[in-house]
T-cell receptor
């Protein structure tokens, strides 16, 4: 799986948008980009994934660069509950197994 | 709908002992995997079970073993415990689709402390 680079930590104010970047310059053309987050004292939780096009769901949006070497997870209005470690995880299209390679992730702190 | 359930939530063992952790997957899921998460680190993949067989394995010694039962539940066994085995052990389940787009559901984990 491709290597990823994410900021160690980011800070946001409550109810403001948050853009969490991820560089994955060695990604293969057929790798999905998954995002998971881990709230304190919980297991990781799926957020969103995409391949080429930008994706939206009820939790977040995923913006994928045209060259696919980077992506950005967008939380439209951060809440205190969004304080977590966010992991960006490339995953081969035919990787049917459950082997996810977690990096260090970005610790998001949300200020009231 | 219950998600992934793990037991016990916390346990303390001494060096050299053996431990068994248990996982019930989310309803409708048939694939279970286990991860180890040391304090301050991201989770590391241990192994995956599908159709009662180990299908993938991460870089862990054979002191770590597992089992999947016909009802898809799973156990993780660790023998000859070392201090370095102290960690949060996470179970994740999914439905086998043959695609890298499938989504994993994680449990809250079992916190193991080895003294």
């Amino acid at each position: 799986d491709a290597k990823t680079t994410q900021p160690n930590s980011m800070e946001s104010n409550e109810e403001e948008p948050v853009h969490l970047p991820c560089n994955h310059s060695t990604i293969s053309g057929t790798d999905y980009i998954h995002w998971y987050r881990q709230l304190p004292s919980q297991g990781p939780e799926y957020v969103i994934h995409g391949l080429t096009s930008n994706v939206n769901n009820r939790m977040a949006s995923l913006a994928i660069a045209e060259d696919r070497k980077s992506s950005t997870l967008i939380l439209h209005r951060a809440t205190l509950r969004d304080a977590a470690v966010y992991y960006c995880i490339p995953r081969a299209y035919n990787n049917a197994g459950n082997m996810l390679t977690f990096g260090g992730g970005t610790r998001l702190m949300v200020k009231p | 709908d219950a998600g992934v359930t793990q037991s016990p939530t916390h346990l303390i063992k001494t060096r050299g002992q053996q431990v068994t952790l248990r996982c019930s997957p989310k309803s409708g899921h048939d694939t279970v995997s286990w991860y180890q998460q040391a304090l301050g680190q991201g989770p590391q993949f241990i192994f995956q079970y599908y159709e009662e067989e180990e299908r993938q394995r991460g870089n862990f010694p054979d002191r770590f073993s597992g089992h999947q039962f016909p009802n898809y539940s799973s156990e993780l066994n660790v023998n000859a415990l070392l201090l370095g085995d102290s960690a949060l052990y996470l179970c994740a389940s999914s439905l086998q689709t043959g695609s890298g787009a499938n989504v994993l559901t994680f449990g809250a984990g079992s916190r193991l402390t080895v003294l």
